[in-house]
């Protein structure tokens, strides 16, 4: 049994192969497409989004801090400009009175919890005289012992005082990263400063990435251009070398890192630090979403493709299933596969095993017609062989005798049972056919005499056609039993090659003619038995013989009026150039009826 071998699954020219690659197509060129297109408006789009937000937080965050600054110098000039803390300042330090001073202190006291109560932001604040041997006049927060101004780093001058930071508070309970003012207060005798911190909470709430929705780190860059790290942990990149500069570029990237700077007012300036991939993390998701969709899409393909080849496979299996189920059982139906194409193969091949079991069964039968037509024709001649040696014996005698007209007669007697007896082939030409029947016809004179005529007319072309043996004999048998004229009859044997590739033969008969019913009869008589007139099977072994080698029994046609004679034609195709095989008798039935 012939076994459907699998094809290796991506040999070229495989049908997988095939679906696969058109799958694949199919599948990704949309993602790929869109990706492209989508990339090209969105990255820009995604970019400037991005810094965008960057230059709105650090905006806000550089507002934030312009407002720390001015609320440190408006609350600076409180103390040491006017206001009522900056008189009870002045009358605590030029009045040496105990009762006084300490009613003073306790009035400058309250307006520092005031001060400190109206303005939030605010941290310690402290009034300063370094020369004293207390230098902490007042204060409202406790301080560290170490308190001083001389090395607290200077961030900017501004409107007449000192801005510093950010440094570590200089409340002695705290850590935190602050900014503080000093300014000088106006005073007669003493030098005294006040000295303002922002709140400790502030500058934490100010320079915080959570504005931006992404990690980023902060430097501060004073008057002078020089840069200080003002986030927690390790600075990303050494801030001496950072020039507030290099924020002009948008695209450049400062030791894998993008800078955004914001410049003051105020003298200062404020630079955010972006890492490169932090800043393409939201195009990196979306990236990594198009290459997750395109190996997704690669997925899908491979498996539609596998999926639909086991279904086109497993159809084409069973196709051949039922074609080798033929060698072994042409009879059984075939078995449909609910898929409409293969169906429809399916039907047609249906349709052929009925054809070719339609032809067995016709080619079988046509040996079996054939088979008992060579019988007829034997069992037509009684003892053949016994009566060529007996006809032999008798020519021998007449010669041996001077009977010369009794020796023409036997020779062309022994001619004619030779002929028609089957030691030449099947398949004779039409120059061989005529010879034989004018050897027939040679004897029909001699039996006739003067009362019949035979008239031939053969067309040259056909002479080498070639045809049935004993298709003529018969033909003219029938004419003359029932054509014979009782004066004087005539009998024209025609043959001819015709334009449309056909051999017509006809033989007319100058006879009584016949009606439709003889005619009917004649042409029907017979039928499985044995003809009862003439020396030959006649017409129905010629309507057997027909059908046997062109599948035309009916081509015999008969025209007769009463009084008139008949005329009998036979017209057969001509096949090869004029060669007629006679294997498998019945391929000359196919190629007739096609």
């Not at 942990?233 to 990237?253: M, N, V």
């Not at 009977?403 to 062309?412: A, F, K, Y």
């Not at 056919?433 to 031939?456: K, T």
């Not at 057969?572 to 039935?589: A, E």
């Amino acid at each position: 049994m012939a076994v459907l071998r699998i094809p290796h699954p991506f040999k070229k020219g495989t049908l997988r192969r095939t679906l696969v690659v058109y799958l694949l197509i199919a599948c990704l060129f949309p993602p790929v497409f869109f990706s492209l297109f989508t990339y090209s408006s969105l990255h820009s789009v995604l970019t400037n989004k991005i810094r965008s937000g960057i230059q709105a937080s650090l905006e806000q965050e550089a507002t934030g801090l312009e407002n720390v600054l001015d609320n440190l110098d408006f609350v600076s000039k409180q103390f040491a400009l006017d206001g009522r803390i900056y008189d009870l300042m002045n009358a605590y330090l030029q009045t040496s009175k105990n009762s006084e001073r300490a009613e003073l202190m306790k009035d400058i006291e309250d307006s520092f919890n005031v001060v400190n109560f109206t303005n939030p932001d605010l941290g310690l604040t402290v009034y300063y005289m370094p020369e004293a041997d207390e230098p902490i006049v007042f204060n409202n927060l406790g301080v560290r012992a170490e308190f001083g101004i001389e090395r607290l780093p200077l961030f900017v001058p501004y409107k007449g005082a000192a801005i510093y930071g950010p440094h570590r508070t200089q409340y002695k309970n705290s850590e935190n990263m602050v900014f503080s003012s000093v300014r000088e207060v106006n005073t007669e005798r003493h030098t005294v400063y006040i000295y303002l911190e922002s709140n400790y909470n502030s500058f934490r709430h100010i320079l915080n990435s959570e504005w931006y929705g992404m990690k980023v780190s902060h430097f501060l860059v004073n008057e002078r251009g020089e840069a200080l790290y003002v986030d927690e942990g390790e600075a990303p990149f050494d801030p001496q070398a950072l020039s507030f500069e290099q924020t002009r570029s948008e695209r450049k990237t400062y030791f894998g890192h993008y800078l955004f700077g914001y410049e003051s007012e105020q003298g200062w300036k404020l630079v955010t630090a972006v890492d490169k991939s932090v800043f393409n993390h939201e195009i990196d998701v979306w990236i990594g979403r198009m290459v997750l969709l395109f190996a997704g899409s690669i997925v899908f393909a491979i498996v539609l493709a596998m999926l639909i080849w086991r279904k086109v496979y497993g159809s084409i299996r069973k196709v051949n299933r039922e074609i080798v189920r033929m060698t072994g059982d042409r009879e059984a139906p075939v078995q449909r596969l609910q898929v409409e194409e293969f169906d429809f193969l399916l039907n047609n091949f249906q349709t052929m095993k009925n054809t070719v079991n339609e032809l067995i069964a016709e080619i079988g039968e046509s040996e079996r017609m054939k088979s008992r037509l060579e019988t007829e024709k034997v069992l037509s001649q009684i003892n053949p062989h016994f009566l060529h040696n007996t006809l032999n014996t008798v020519q021998w005698v007449a010669r041996s005798n001077g009977q010369d007209e009794i020796d023409r007669i036997l020779t062309l007697l022994v001619q004619v049972l030779h002929y028609n007896m089957g030691k030449h082939s099947l398949i004779v030409t039409v120059r061989e056919e005529m010879d034989a029947l004018r050897n027939y016809i040679e004897l029909q004179r001699y039996r006739y005499e003067d009362e019949l005529d035979f008239v031939l007319d053969v067309d040259p072309e056909a002479e080498a056609v070639e045809i049935p043996r004993f298709l003529l004999q018969p033909l003219v048998e029938n004419a003359i039993y029932h054509g014979k004229n009782e004066e004087h009859g005539v009998i024209a044997i025609a043959i001819r090659r015709t334009e449309k590739e056909t051999l017509l033969l006809t033989v007319t008969d100058n006879g009584p003619g016949m009606d439709e019913a003889t005619i009917g009869a004649l042409l029907e008589a017979g039928g499985e038995g044995r003809p009862k007139r003439g020396m030959g099977i006649g017409l129905q072994y010629v309507k057997r013989l027909l059908d046997s080698f062109y599948g035309a029994k009916d081509a015999i046609r008969i025209r007769s009026r009463m009084g008139e004679g008949t005329v009998l034609s036979v017209e057969i195709p001509i096949r090869n150039g004029g060669k007629l095989h006679d294997q498998g008798i019945g391929r000359g039935r196919r190629e007739a009826g096609a």
